[in-house]
Nanobody
Framework: QVQLVESGGGLVQDGGSLRLSCAASGSIFSINVMGWYRQAPGKQRELVAAVTRGRSTFYADSVKGRFTMSRDNIKNTVTLQMNSLKPEDTAVYYC????????????WGQGTQVTVSS
């Protein structure tokens, strides 16, 4: 089992930047997809960005061009660089690991709050 710990959240003004980090307790090399999700109050959790084991990337339309996700299989970390932040980016951001080998598995971090003030 892999434990995920997020850091880097906080309060930032409209147009500002934040960098989220997610540290894994074990190797992420074989994990098929590492992702960042977010959940705003009263809304469903949504996928923001993801990087596959093969380095393919996905970004939600709402963050394309503003957010960049990276994956470091040596340091066992993933990061989410968030630029040009908007008040609608306010949410709890969660790190996620999803994989499948002989069985399917999924792990979540505890979440980190990002608040963008207008």
């Amino acid at each position: 089992q892999v434990q995920l710990v997020e850091s880097g959240g906080g309060l930032v003004q409209d147009g500002g930047s934040l960098r989220l980090s997610c540290a894994a307790s074990g190797s992420i090399f074989s994990i098929n997809v590492m992702g960042w999700y977010r959940q705003a109050p009263g809304k469903q959790r949504e996928l923001v960005a993801a990087v596959t084991r093969g380095r393919s990337t996905f970004y939600a339309d709402s963050v394309k061009g503003r957010f960049t996700m990276s994956r470091d299989n040596i340091k066992n970390t993933v990061t989410l660089q968030m630029n040009s932040l908007k008040p609608e980016d306010t949410a709890v951001y969660y790190c996620n690991a999803y994989g499948y080998s002989d069985h399917e598995y999924e792990y979540w971090g505890q979440g980190t709050q990002v608040t963008v003030s207008s």
